[in-house]
Each structure stands twice: as C-alpha cells, then as structure tokens.
C-alpha cells in the first residue's frame, strides 16, 4: 500500500546536536511538506518542497534545513541553532492539484 | 497577506446538539480549502474539501461545511454530535499563486459532552 513514512517515531536530542528526521513516500508525489505541531499552535510549515532538488523555507524555517535529492525523500535536519526544537513534526505529501494531503505518522523530538 | 484563521481555540458541546466550527481565511486569490480531523495519538484524516465547485461540501461521518467568498469563511458543521467526534479539527487553505503552499489553521479541539 502507499504511504508516508516517519522514522524514527521518537527521537531524542542533546544540547548542541543536530538530528535528521525521514520522510519517505512511495506515492509518486511531487510536493512534500515539513510541519511542526505545538500544543494550542496548530500546524506551522517549516519546509516546503514543489519538486526535486528545489525547496522553499516556510514559516518557521529557522534553525532547520532539508534536502529533496530524490523525489521519494524529504529528510529535515534540526540544527543546533534551533533553540527550541521539542515539538511533534509531521511529514505530508500531495500529488497534483493538492487536492489530498497525507500525512505520515510523525515524530516526537525532546530535548535531553 | 494570506492566512487562515480558526475563530474558536476550544468549542463544547453536547451529544445530540450541532457542532459549529469557524473558519475565515484571507486572500486576493479564489483559494482550495480543506477540513482535517487529528484524533488523540492519530495521524491527519481529510474530512472535506472545496476546490471551486459546488459551495455547499459534504463529507465524511455526517460533516460539511460551505464556503461564502462574500464573508471569506468555510466553517463547518454537523446536525447532530456523537462521542466519536471528539477530536482536534484543522482548517487548511492551499493557494495555488504561492505554488500550492498549504497554510493550516491553528486548529479547534472538539470536546463532546454525554
């Protein structure tokens, strides 16, 4: 079956550390999508992706960076410039028209 | 500038009653709206979508919700609230000038009394 997938579901990270969360989708879609869930935020857009080896930063791009060398693959790296990364990440895809946005399973980053 | 607005942080209501969620967006542009629904410790689930066809949307599990470009909102409903509808609901706005850039709301938690 097609999907998105998250790995790892929880991830730990230590002062001064950078982490790279996956996302992989074998949906053939071209857009992928980075968010960042916050308890009474909602979803905010920290990357975005329209097509291979091309990206834009969203809202919050801050202190994150990604990479779209493969169309299947849209890793989010969180830097250590990223002061307060403890949040749920969420990874989407959209084929084309947007009309159906899916999500993976997400990502839970605390900070040790 | 374009964004989305959730009007209602938190709505309660009892079981039986409707359910009334608000949603207004801002934007120079004719924009694709979507409703999703996040159940505790789930994933996204796409309850609806308006893409500039008919005003009125139905979706799944008895919600819809209508889109009035004169008042810039898409808010949805539901006659009559079940125990399962519980949940976080996400307003969410595609507009296709910004290459398909999907904003989200900041999302309305539904609590559902017995």
């Known amino acids: 079956d097609g999907g998105i997938t998250q790995s790892p579901k929880y991830l730990f990270r230590k002062e001064g550390q950078n982490v790279t969360l996956s996302c992989e989708q074998n949906?053939?879609?071209?857009?992928m999508y980075w968010y960042r869930q916050d308890p009474g935020q909602g979803l905010r857009l920290i990357y975005y992706?329209?097509?291979?080896?091309?990206?834009q930063k969203g809202d919050i791009a801050e202190g994150y960076s990604v990479s779209r060398e493969k169309k299947e693959s849209f890793p989010l790296t969180v830097t250590s410039a990223q002061k307060n990364p403890t949040a749920f990440y969420l990874c989407?895809?959209?084929?084309?028209?947007?009309?159906?946005?899916?999500f993976g399973s997400g990502t839970q980053l605390s900070v040790l | 500038a374009q964004s989305v607005t959730q009007l209602d942080s938190h709505v309660s209501v009892s079981e039986g009653t409707p359910v009334l969620l608000r949603c207004n967006y801002s934007?120079?542009?004719?924009?694709?709206l979507f409703w999703y629904v996040q159940h505790p410790n789930k994933g996204l689930q796409l309850l609806l979508k308006y893409t500039s066809a008919a005003t009125l949307v139905k979706g799944i599990n008895g919600f819809e919700a209508e889109f009035k470009k004169s008042e810039t909102s898409f808010h949805l409903t539901k006659p009559s609230a079940h125990m399962s509808d519980a949940a976080e609901y996400f307003c969410?706005?595609?507009?296709?000038?910004?290459?398909?850039?999907?904003?989200f709301g900041q999302g309305t938690e539904l609590s559902v009394k017995p």
């Open positions: 934007s120079s542009y004719s924009p694709s």
């Open positions: 992706s329209q097509i291979v080896n091309d990206f």
């Open positions: 949906l053939n879609h071209d857009a």
């Open positions: 989407a895809s959209t084929g084309r028209g947007n009309e159906k946005l899916f």
């Open positions: 969410v706005v595609s507009f296709y000038n910004q290459g398909g850039k999907l904003i």
